[in-house]
């Protein structure tokens, strides 16, 4: 990202308590994390989000089927403003967009809660990470954020949010079921 040191100082600690949830949890299908800082009229978004959740599969794309539900899928991803509706007061406009594939090759089992994909040697995951660059014309107009994340994915169950502003920092939980994370008077 162009801002990439403003990016990185924003979201070290989101990110650190995302890697230290995520190291003490096993890999859990359906679960997507989201961090989110804002600074003056930028915001930065981070998130990271299971293959199966995504793609409906985690192994490596082996026919042109896979392939394709891969692009689409990042193409998806490279569409913050489409997966996480913010008011159009805020005035938000995509500064910078990257999404692609993280693989994740494990031994036996390894990351896994007990049963699933066990005893598969070397198993594979593979994990969408897309990270984003707002500019809001009035950041302090997001006082909500509609996730059409849960209509474009269908295996996406919930979506953990670690949020940073000047008011401090806030952790949501946000399902299927309740697309919407209200933010009044936390930005």
């Known amino acids: 990202m162009k801002n990439s040191a403003l990016a990185l100082a924003l979201l ?23 961090n989110i800082a804002i ?15 995504i793609v409906g599969f985690e192994h490596d794309a082996k026919t042109a ?22 008011p159009a007061a805020a005035g938000c406009t995509v500064v910078e967009s990257r999404a692609g ?12 809660a007990k049963g699933e994909h066990a005893g598969k040697e070397g ?3 593979t994990e969408f990470h897309a990270e984003y660059l ?20 269908q295996n996406a169950r919930e979506v953990e ?5 000047d008011k401090g920092s806030h952790g949501f939980e946000v399902e299927r079921d309740a697309p919407v994370l209200n933010l009044s008077g936390l930005i």
């Open 65 to 86: 089927d896979d392939r394709a539900k891969l692009d689409a899928a990042i193409a998806e991803l490279s569409k913050p403003l489409s997966l996480f509706v913010l």
């Open 39 to 53: 600074e003056g009229l930028q915001v930065v978004m981070e998130l990271e989000a299971p293959g199966a959740d």
């Open 101 to 112: 594939l993280i693989d994740e090759h494990h031994g036996d089992g390894e990351g896994h």
């Open 134 to 153: 707002l500019t809001c014309t009035d950041p302090s107009a997001i006082d909500r954020i509609e996730f059409a994340f849960f209509e474009i994915f």
């Open 12 to 34: 070290a600690p989101a990110a650190l308590f995302a890697q230290e949830t995520r190291d003490l949890g096993a890999h859990q299908h359906g679960h997507s994390t989201l």
């Open 123 to 125: 198993a594979e995951h």
């Open 161 to 165: 949010v670690q949020m940073i502003s």
